[in-house]
């Protein structure tokens, strides 16, 4: 079952549907960049995995149902069959599925102190460049957007962390994947950046609230179309780096 939906500068769709299953049709590199935060493996479906989680969030908790293993091998052939570039979100605890090196880490300090969580979360990709790091507490009352009163998904990302990949990895023009939308962060920032976007979210209930959360976004319009946007990005990156 695929449902689309579109923002107005471009391609913005998820897909319901079972990622294996999409991916399998596709031809190979029909996407620039596949920025993927597949499950990890590592129970974060628990209601026990976060601490102080509110009443509000507590249905998007689950015990033991998206997160007991993470991808298999044959998921991993079909995402590098399909997309030239990856950027895959906890891949130090499942990198022997794939087997490819990297001198290109980034690692996201999560800013979470003197406690028993991660100091932050590593990132694999499949660029020839040097390790990175990107700042952005994301602990406790921190850990979630500005404009969003709850967490819709037990893992959510921030939409700037996304918006700091896009900067820093893809190009304008090109066309971005995520095999596990989730909240999606990575639809917004790919919206707000101007970046043509195609993903999948296998939940029907995690796909109904990214939904609402993307088209409630969309609905505040913007200034720019997606030319003027990426225009602007990287032509002033580029007065910085003279």
């Known amino acids: 079952m695929a449902i689309h939906s579109r923002g107005g500068r471009g391609l913005n769709t998820v897909h319901l549907t079972d990622c ?11 996407y620039d960049l596949a920025i993927i935060d597949p499950p990890y493996g590592i129970g974060a479906g628990s209601i026990n995995f976060i601490n102080g989680t509110s009443k509000t969030e507590k249905k998007y908790y689950r015990e033991n149902d998206w997160d007991t293993k993470s991808p298999d091998k044959k998921y991993f052939d079909r995402l590098f069959r399909i997309s030239e570039n990856q950027i895959i979100w906890g891949a130090n605890h499942f990198i022997e599925k794939f087997s490819k090196n990297s001198s290109c880490w980034i690692f996201w300090n999560k800013g979470t ?3 028993s969580y991660a100091d932050g979360e590593l990132a694999w990709t499949s660029f020839n460049k040097t390790v990175k790091y990107f700042f952005l ?17 037990p893992t959510q990302k921030p939409v700037a962390l996304y918006k700091w990949l896009l900067k820093n990895y893809a190009k304008p023009g090109q066309t971005i994947f995520d095999s596990h939308v989730g909240s999606g962060s ?3 920032a790919c919206h707000d950046l101007g970046f043509d976007f195609e993903g999948c979210e ?18 505040q319009g913007g200034l720019f179309e997606k030319k003027e946007i990426q225009d602007l990005i990287y032509s002033k990156e580029g007065e910085e780096e003279k």
């Open 20 to 30: 294996m299953d999409f991916m399998a049709d596709k031809p190979d590199n029909c």
């Open 113 to 115: 102190g003197k406690n």
């Open 137 to 153: 507490s994301w602990v406790g009352q921190n850990a979630k957007e500005r404009n969003q009163l709850t967490r819709i998904h």
């Open 186 to 188: 990575s639809r917004i």
């Open 202 to 219: 296998i939940d029907p209930d995690y796909w109904q609230a990214q939904e609402d959360r993307y088209n409630s976004h969309i609905q």
